[in-house]
């Protein structure tokens, strides 16, 4: 019986998880006011890890990163749109409300033209009523070659048109100029068909995964290619 006492009184007397993360997510918070981001994203880290189901440690994780990404530091703190996505989606499972903040948190308009928020807002790319949509309000990428990541970018501003930006490799295999090639294009259902200046049209598809594959043109994705070797 005294065992048992003593045991009750233990577990008593310890610290909740919830606790220590929300004392690790009030550290982190002060750090981000104060303009500490990376000191901040330790805490915040740490916070989740605590208590997997805090949804604001989760939620100031990927706030953190959209401030370092903002910032340039992607690289350096793994800043990459898939993985703030992953933490807000985290945080909105586990709080919807989390949500209706990200709407009007500027730290996280880096996310803002991927398929990942289109998701969140409630469209998908399997539905293909949602399909147009999706294509104007996503920027599209082309997946990286060696260590310049992405060289080419699809955006599809208003009426018809569509903007191609590419990379110019020079001859040495040294980045060199940029350029921005304007075009038009159609949609039919799921179908793409691109057309530029001088060049034949080209025909491609919006995936249910959110995936732009042209057969002559390649494949574009909703994220850049960063940070590789």
Known sequence: MHRL?????????????????????????RLYQAGKYPEALEKFEAASRADPKLALAHYN???????????????????????????????????????????EDADLDPIRDTVGWQRLLGRSPAKQADVPEILRRVTWYSPGEG?????????????KRVVLWRRVIDDDARPGRTEELPGTFTLQGRTVILTFPGGEPLRGTMTPRGVLDFKEFGTFLDSPSECEA
Not at 13 to 21: L, M, N
Not at 147 to 159: D, Q
């Open 5 to 29: 006492l003593l045991l009750l009184a233990l577990v008593l007397a310890a610290p909740s998880s919830a606790q220590p993360a929300r004392a690790l997510n009030t550290e982190g918070f």
């Open 61 to 103: 994780v990927a706030a953190t990163l959209g401030v370092l990404r903002k910032q340039g530091r992607i690289c350096e703190y793994s800043a990459h749109r898939q993985t703030i996505l992953e933490r807000l989606n985290t945080a909105v499972r586990l709080d919807p409300r989390r949500l209706t903040r990200a709407k």
């Open 147 to 159: 260590v310049y990541g992405s060289t080419r970018r699809l955006t599809f501003p208003e009426g």
